[in-house]
């Protein structure tokens, strides 16, 4: 059950994403993807929602934050995931854990960006 939970957050996250994408493509302040950043801003929100009022209280099942936060957030965005990991080491006092986190995610994806890159570049030559 737990696969299917996940699975159709996915889906619906993933869709609505991809709606945020429609939804803004003529939108014509500055240069920016807008459905990227909103979805990854409200995103973080969502999962920031889910993350507080689970910590707090038990509005949510398990089954919930399966369905949502790591269905839904993660369909819809992948950096809400890693927003909700880096507030939980923050949360647990784990400032090592988290600094390192945070460097590592983003100096790997932008590496790894950058290698994906020249890959391409070397095999398209």
Do not use: H
């Amino acid at each position: 059950m737990p696969f299917i939970l996940v699975g159709a957050g996915s889906m619906a996250g993933g869709i609505t994403r991809y709606g945020m994408t429609l939804a803004t493509r003529n939108l014509a302040v500055f240069s920016l993807p807008w459905g990227t950043l909103v979805s990854n801003v409200a995103g973080c929100l969502i999962i920031g929602l889910l993350a507080g009022f689970g910590a707090k209280s038990e509005l949510f099942s398990t089954e919930m934050r399966l369905l949502l936060a790591t269905g839904f957030c993660g369909g819809f965005t992948t950096l809400s995931s890693f927003i909700y990991e880096l507030g939980q080491f923050v949360q647990d006092n784990e400032y090592f854990f988290a600094s390192s986190y945070f460097v590592a995610t983003l100096a790997g994806a932008g590496l790894a960006f950058l290698l994906g890159l020249l890959i391409s570049d070397m095999l398209l030559r």
